[in-house]
């Protein structure tokens, strides 16, 4: 069993709190309600377009579109580390 992010971790720890008796599959469960959550909080969009020279009113958008696009990556990263964890258990 390797070892997890703390993030992923945590995740994980929920899930056999919640739920003891799907052992091994936990991580997968964990996985699959992390990518689920990811589509819904931080849906996948379009790269808003960028002005060749923006004042701070045009380029917004993009710096908000940055930012959910980081954190849907970091919640799909925690998804994929735990189905890498629910692989090896299986």
Request: aromatic content about 6%.
């Amino acid at each position: 069993m390797t070892d997890l992010s703390p993030q992923a971790q945590v995740v994980l720890d929920a899930m056999y709190e919640v739920n003891m008796d799907f052992g091994g599959e936990n991580a997968t469960l964990a996985a699959a309600a992390l990518e689920a959550a990811a589509d819904q909080v931080v849906p996948r969009e379009r790269q808003p377009d960028v002005p060749d020279f923006p004042d701070s009113d045009q380029i917004a958008p993009y710096y908000k579109w940055l930012c959910r696009r980081h954190i849907r990556a970091e919640l799909l990263a925690i998804a994929a580390e735990l189905r890498g964890q629910g692989d090896s258990n299986d």
